[in-house]
Each structure stands twice: as C-alpha cells, then as structure tokens.
C-alpha cells in the first residue's frame, strides 16, 4: 500500500503570498490531519478533517484553513504568509474508526520558506 | 502549557546497548500514547503505541511502558543500532480528540560504534 504522500515538497513564497498544499492519505484512510514543526514550537495539531468535515483544531489564526475531498484527500492553505510560518508541514492519516486509538501515518511533509 | 514533556533533548548511547527515552504527560484524559522517528526533513515514522489499559508493549527490539500514576512513559531499545540514530517524539492523544496527538518536543538519539 502507497504511503501518505505530500506534494510540493519544497516551496519558496514571499510574505504576503498564499499558499496551498496538498496531501493524499493511505488508501482507505478517512482522516486526515496536518501538523506545523518548526524548531522553536516543534509538531504542532493544526486541524484534522474527517468526512470533508474539519472535526478538530488546533491554535491556529484563521489565515490557516484546509478542506477535505469526497476521495480523502485533502489541502490546506495558508493567506498572508508571514516569515514566521516557515516551517515544515505535515499531513497524517489514520483509519478513523469508532473508539478512538487511532495511529496516524504521516508523509514526508512540504517544506515553506518565506521570503 | 505542555502537555506532554521529553525532558531530555539528547542522549547518546553505545551500539549494542539498551536505549531509554522517557516521557512525561501531565493531561489525565489521555489514553492511546504513541512513538515516532524522524530523521531530518522526513515526516514521522510509528515505532510503537500502548493503550492506558496497558502497561507494556513490545514489538521486536522496541518496548514502551506506560506508568499511568506517575503520568510517565518510555521506550527501549534493545539492542541500539546505528541506524537507531534519529529524533524520537512521544505523542498522547485523547478520546475527545483521537486523531488530535500532542507531541512532545523530541530526543535526539545518537547511536555510537
């Protein structure tokens, strides 16, 4: 079975941009979530989708917003970049079955530098 | 407020040897606890997971305890590898949040000849 996958991989934006990325879960994987690291917040929840529904979300302004598609796959954008949202960007998806204890599988993630 | 904590930002240990990473969580509600391996501008690999209804699970050279009254987890490694070397973050979610993991902040192992 293919793993998650993430694409671009590297992107170079100027602050002020917006940007897009797109994540394709594992193959019967319903949930999908994204997580920003960076060195000095490490890996932080920024929303799960579920059902092309966002069912969780983290501390995050609302320049940061995603969506989910009817196939599970899904992107997530981000408006008036600043420099501190350099970071790299990671999607996770998991089954989501009923009763929780889910693992989440997670892909190379998309590296953002901003200018 | 961190909710999960890895105390130890490094830790080196020599090839052969048992590896202990520790962890500590401070949110009662969390009940499915996870470790991932990352190597540089790669995404998360799973290790391992334990349910709070357990306090022990191994798989292969890798073993997490899960001591819920001291709100602490760790993993072992037995024996260390080279390719061992890598940043390991414990992660905790609740039921309220299943796919909502909260990570700690990660210990960069390093596996010496």
């Known amino acids: 079975k293919a793993g998650v996958t993430q694409t671009p991989r590297y992107l170079i934006k100027t602050r002020g941009q917006q940007v897009t990325l797109s994540c394709s879960p594992i193959s019967g994987h319903r949930s999908v979530s994204w997580y920003q690291q960076t060195p000095g917040q490490g890996l932080q929840f920024l929303f799960e989708y579920f059902s092309e529904t966002q069912r969780n979300k983290g501390n995050f302004p609302g320049r940061f917003s995603g969506r989910q598609f009817s196939n599970s796959r899904s992107e997530m954008n981000v408006s008036t970049l600043e420099l501190g949202d350099s970071a790299l960007y990671l999607c996770a998806s998991s089954l989501a079955l009923a009763g929780g204890e889910e693992t989440q599988y997670f892909g190379p993630g998309t590296r953002l530098l901003v200018l | 407020d961190q909710q999960v904590k890895q105390n130890s930002p490094s830790l080196s240990v020599q090839e052969g040897r048992i590896s202990i990473l520790n962890c500590d969580y401070t949110?009662?509600?969390?009940?499915?606890f996870l470790w991932y391996k990352k190597y540089p501008a790669e995404g998360p690999t799973f290790l391992i997971s334990?349910?709070?209804?357990?306090d022990k699970n191994e798989d292969g050279r890798f073993t997490v305890f899960l001591n819920k009254s001291a709100k602490h987890l760790s993993l072992h490694i037995v024996p260390s590898q080279p390719g061992d070397s890598a940043v390991y973050f414990c992660?905790?979610?609740?039921?309220?949040?299943?796919?909502?993991?909260?990570f700690g902040q990660g210990t960069r192992l390093t596996i010496n000849p």
């Open positions: 949110n009662s509600m969390f009940d499915y």
């Open positions: 992660a905790a979610s609740a039921p309220a949040g299943a796919q909502k993991l909260v």
């Open positions: 334990i349910s709070s209804i357990k």
